[in-house]
Nanobody
Framework: QVQLVESGGGSVQTGGSLRLSCAAS????????MVWFRQAPGKEREGVAA????????YYANSVKGRFTISQDIAKNTVYLQMDSLKPEDSAMYYC??????????????????WGQGTQVTVSS
């Protein structure tokens, strides 16, 4: 069974850093889009960053540009999200998702069928 498993969340203070990982088991994404979403309580799920595994093209939400970096290790079937200069407004549950196509940016969550269970990020002021 194909699974995406996130890890690396936690609690940090403003200005701190975290690195999230998304490991794909029994799934080799050779030409897929891997996307990090986040959802804070009472808010809609939003796309944060995406990477195209076939060429390394990346996309970022304006709110995280210059602070977050998405990367991948295809040999390990793992996508990372390095989050620096974290702010309280970055607090949310972070999810990774996969899709063959990315037709819009920001992405539409409903277009993604494969999701991880999420990892919580809490940034305190």
């Amino acid at each position: 069974q194909v699974q995406l498993v996130e890890s690396g969340g936690g609690s940090v203070q403003t200005g701190g850093s975290l690195r999230l990982s998304c490991a794909a088991s029994e799934y080799t994404y050779s030409r897929d889009y891997m996307v990090w979403f986040r959802q804070a309580p009472g808010k809609e799920r939003e796309g944060v960053a995406a990477i195209y595994s076939g060429g390394g093209i990346t996309y970022y939400a304006n709110s995280v540009k210059g602070r977050f970096t998405i990367s991948q290790d295809i040999a390990k079937n793992t996508v990372y999200l390095q989050m620096d200069s974290l702010k309280p407004e970055d607090s949310a549950m972070y999810y990774c998702a996969a899709a063959k196509y990315l037709t819009t940016w920001p992405p539409v969550p409903g277009a993604f069928l494969l999701w991880g269970q999420g990892t919580q990020v809490t940034v305190s002021s």
